[in-house]
């Protein structure tokens, strides 16, 4: 009896362990949130937090709530995620399913999909997550699996579209949770993530990766205001575009504009000259539009979608 004691209290306590892979209740992520563009723009953050275990869907699962989140993921106000055999789920309310979001079982090589839904419901997209090598990462005192991956966004308009991404076991994603757009988002000008500012934990406890001076910095930078009910002051076409786009403003005198990429870095400027802005030299990829006018920034931003036609 002493033995069969034993042998259950050890497994009470390797399932207690292995249900601590992700998100042990208390955790926190904080993410930068960019809203206009670094050292010239407004910065938040993006919090989420585990609160509790609960069951969700037949599964037991984490509960975790968010401060805000980045408007242009199309994700809900709560997460539902659990983990098993080193792959993390998620419920995805539009499939009415779970799907894997990270495999830290996974191999150089080795790939999962992610499913998305499209602006058409007969429709489906698909975002492969491919493994181009893994390593350990220290953090803390904690060894935990590091994948350096590659995100390929595949829809009937927009395909392919790849971009690059760091996953760290317990942390996730080193830009967002949820490092994907659907379709619809391609055209999204609202708030988005630049990169996970702190993690905390029981175990790992409080790590700061450094991009912001504080888990909860925040930034605000006078610029212009619009007037209340106005109408939006520039639009830009075609979008997606290839070489160049054309800017439509009803601005009067100079404007100036900046692009950045999804990570803030600023990748072209100028001034707006004949209204037409050239981008043969923008790599494919999703980009934010600033304007400005005697120094200050108009608060309309414009996301841009470079596709090379081939």
């Known amino acids: 009896m002493k033995t069969f004691a034993t ?164 942390l996730g994603d080193m830009i967002f949770m949820f490092n994907y757009f659907q379709e619809w988002a391609f055209g999204c000008d609202g708030n988005f993530a630049s990169g996970l500012r702190c993690y905390e934990d029981t175990v790992i406890g409080l790590y700061e990766t450094g991009i912001a001076p504080s888990c909860t910095y925040v930034h605000q930078l006078t610029g212009i205001k619009p007037e209340p009910g106005s109408a939006p002051r520039f639009s830009l076409f075609p979008n997606p575009a290839d070489q160049v786009i054309t800017i439509e403003t009803s601005i009067v005198g100079p404007v100036w504009y900046t692009i950045a990429d999804l990570t803030g870095r600023k990748v072209k400027s100028g001034l707006i000259t004949g209204s037409v802005i050239e981008t043969g030299n923008l790599g494919p990829g999703i980009y934010h539009i600033f304007f400005f006018q005697h120094g200050e920034r108009f608060p309309e931003i414009k996301k841009l979608v470079i596709r090379r036609h081939t």
């Open 7 to 170: 042998i259950f209290l050890f497994c009470i306590v390797s399932l207690s362990v292995k249900s601590q892979e992700w998100a042990p209740v208390g955790a926190t992520w904080h993410y930068t949130e960019e809203i206009f563009m670094p050292t010239t723009i407004d910065k938040d953050y993006i919090k989420f937090e585990s609160v509790k275990d609960t069951m969700y869907q037949g599964m037991l699962c984490r509960k975790i709530t968010k401060r805000h989140d980045n408007s242009c993921t199309d994700r809900p106000a709560v997460e539902y995620m659990y983990s098993q055999n080193n792959k993390v789920y998620f419920w995805d309310e539009h499939f009415n399913s779970f799907q894997v979001l990270y495999d830290f079982s996974a191999g150089q090589g080795d790939s999962w999909v992610i499913l998305l839904a499209d602006m058409n419901p007969a429709d489906v997209d698909s975002l492969i997550v491919k493994v181009d090598s893994t390593n350990t990462a220290i953090i803390n005192g904690v060894s935990l699996k590091r994948l350096y991956v590659t995100y390929d966004f595949r829809n009937e308009t927009i395909s392919p579209y790849t971009y690059r991404g760091v996953l760290i076991q317990s």
